[in-house]
C-alpha cells in the first residue's frame, strides 16, 4: 500500500502489517515483479523507481525515469515492468532484473497525452488511461507499441481504471463524478455509472 514516505506490507488474510519500505517523499505506484523476487515503487517527486527485495523488504537500489512516474504494473506477458510518467506524457518498460547501478529503461511508449492509469490482462494487452486527451490507449506489450486509442467523450478526464476481464469490461473512472464501463473488444462505453464521488485516485478499481 503507497503512502507518504513509505509502503505498507500488508498480510491480506489477516491485515497485519508484515513490513515497510521507507521512500523519499509520497509514494505513487507499486508493481510487484515474482519471478525477479523484486518490487517497484514510483515516487514522481524525485523521477524515481526505488526497487525493493520482496523477503526482506531492503531497498536495493534506484532507477532514474524522468517525467513525473505514477501508476505501476507488472506485465507477465512481455515480462516488463510499465510506469505511466505523466509529464512525460510516455509510459516506460523496465526489465525486472535490470542493473541497478548501470541498467536503463527500455525505450518509452509515447502516449501524447499525460497517463494516470493503467491494467493489463497479462496476456500482452494493456489499457492506459489519458487524462488530456480523454483516451484509453491499448498497448501489444509485445511489441511495445500502441495498437489503438478508444475516445471516452469530451472533458471525461480519465483518472484510474480496471477491468473484468471475464465479463470484457474495463471500468475507468472520471473526473465528472461518473465510471464509463468500456467494452475491451472495440472500446465502445457499455453503461455509465453517476457516483457522485470526483475520482482522483490513478489506483481506482485494482
Known amino acids: 500500500v503507497p503512502r507518504q514516505g513509505r509502503t ?61 512516474p505514477g501508476a505501476a504494473i507488472y506485465d507477465p506477458a512481455s515480462k516488463r515492468v510499465l510506469v505511466c510518467c505523466s ?19 527500455d525505450t518509452a511508449i509515447e502516449l501524447g497525452g499525460r497517463p494516470t492509469g493503467l491494467v493489463g490482462d497479462g496476456q ?29 467523450g469530451n472533458s471525461a478526464r480519465p483518472t484510474g481504471i480496471s477491468m473484468d476481464a471475464a465479463h470484457g469490461r474495463l471500468f475507468v473512472g472520471l473526473r465528472n463524478m461518473k465510471v464509463s464501463v468500456v467494452s475491451i473488444i472495440d472500446g465502445h462505453e457499455i453503461a455509465g455509472v453517476n457516483i457522485n464521488a470526483q475520482i482522483e485516485s490513478t489506483a481506482f478499481g485494482n
Not at 27 to 51: C, L, M, S, Y
Not at 87 to 105: A, F, N, Q, R, Y
Request: aromatic share 4%; net charge negative.
Open 124 to 152: 500482452g494487452s494493456v489499457y492506459v488511461d489519458v487524462m488530456d486527451t480523454d483516451e484509453v490507449a491499448v498497448i501489444d506489450t509485445k511489441a511495445m507499441s500502441i495498437l489503438t486509442k478508444w475516445q471516452l
Open 8 to 68: 505498507n506490507v500488508i498480510d491480506a488474510a489477516t491485515g497485519k502489517i508484515l513490513g515497510e519500505v521507507a521512500v523519499k517523499g509520497p509514494a505513487r505506484g507499486i508493481a510487484i515483479a515474482p519471478e525477479a523476487g523484486r518490487g517497484f515503487i514510483t515516487t514522481g517527486r524525485d523521477n524515481n523507481v526505488t526497487v525493493f527485495d520482496l523477503k526482506t523488504y531492503a531497498i536495493l537500489g534506484k532507477i532514474s525515469v524522468d517525467g513525473d
Open 87 to 105: 509529464e512525460g506524457k510516455c509510459l516506460v518498460p523496465i526489465p525486472p532484473d535490470i542493473d541497478l547501478k548501470t541498467g536503463k529503461p
